[in-house]
């Protein structure tokens, strides 16, 4: 293991993300499948989050989960659409996906095979979407299979597992979610109770201050006020 990818293992997935985009040659060597332990060490720091699935490699799903950009545009956007592993904002959520029929005009499948997402309008549902990409080509890969049966069975397969995996994400982003807001209270509570107490303690006297700043019992707040008499 070189010293850089050694070191790559103990950052946030994040980092690794940027790092990759610095230059060519970390590029280059962080998209190999061997550097796939890199970004598995830099995932499993993060709290919670479910383990890479299947259908991506170590870095798409870096990309996926951390990455807050549209991947239509480019835009700003924490949407992550998880079942068809996505990132889009509004308008791209729009112009991207499709509804479907159960079988599309040739009698390929559709539904069960492509994941499918809210497409909202000014933040109303709509309709359910496929991906339009994800959908040619899953046409495109279906009419050059040999053997199509068993290509359906496999794309069912992995739909059921991209659906579980979708929901344990969509768990954990709730959950970090409300830790956050959890975490954000509490600081500002800290915060308005430090203030709190500046403001009422500067009106009180030294003794009242040692009472509710050193709860130690008597002899020793006794010995504390003699030494620090009030003003
Ligand atoms: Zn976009």
Not at 101 to 116: D, F, H, K, R, V
């Amino acid at each position: 293991m070189s010293f850089s990818l050694y070191i790559a293992g103990y950052i946030q997935p994040m980092d690794i993300l940027n790092l990759a985009r610095t230059c060519k040659s970390f590029r280059q060597l962080l998209m190999t499948k061997s550097s796939a332990f890199v970004w598995k060490a830099a995932r499993r720091q993060v709290n919670g989050l479910p383990d890479c699935p299947t259908d991506l490699t170590e870095p798409q799903y870096a990309h996926l989960v951390f990455y807050p950009r549209c991947h239509g545009c480019g835009k700003y956007t924490t949407a992550i659409l998880w079942r068809i592993r996505r990132r889009y904002c509004p308008d791209c959520r729009i112009e991207r996906l499709c509804s479907v029929n159960p079988y599309n005009e040739e009698g390929i499948q559709m539904i069960s095979i492509l994941a499918t997402e809210k497409i909202a309008i000014e933040g109303e549902i709509v309709a359910f979407g496929v991906d339009k990409e994800q959908m040619e080509l899953h046409i495109h890969d279906h009419k050059r299979s040999s053997d199509k049966q068993q290509y359906i069975t496999d794309k069912k397969e992995q739909y059921v597992a991209i659906s579980v995996h979708a929901r344990q994400c969509e768990k954990w982003q709730s959950d970090t979610a409300l830790q956050h807001r959890i975490d954000l209270e509490m600081r500002r509570r800290e915060r308005d109770n430090s203030k709190a107490f500046l403001i009422v303690s500067s009106s009180l006297d030294m003794n009242t201050r040692l009472n509710i700043l050193v709860p130690m019992g008597s002899s020793y707040l006794a010995k504390l006020s003699s030494e620090n008499p009030s003003p």
